[in-house]
């Protein structure tokens, strides 16, 4: 994983895609064990839902370029 810092000052994750499906498996996890905790809900959310856009991305790749 990579942060890097954006030109307004924030930062960004830069990961791998073993690295997503780690998280959201240690997040999936801390969830179930703690269902109150509301940020490791919405960093659940947001971790599912961008792993969900990458593989998206990557159907829709290997569908136009099938070589």
């Known amino acids: 994983m990579q942060f890097l810092r954006t030109p307004a000052g924030d930062e960004v994750a830069v990961m791998q895609a ?3 499906l780690v998280l959201e498996v240690a997040l999936s996890r801390y969830v ?3 269902p109150n905790s509301n940020l490791a809900v919405r960093m659940l959310a947001d971790a599912s839902r961008v792993n969900e856009e990458r593989e998206a991305r990557m159907e829709n790749a290997a569908q136009v ?3």
């Open 18 to 20: 073993q690295e997503v």
């Open 65 to 67: 370029d099938p070589g």
């Open 32 to 34: 179930l064990e703690r």
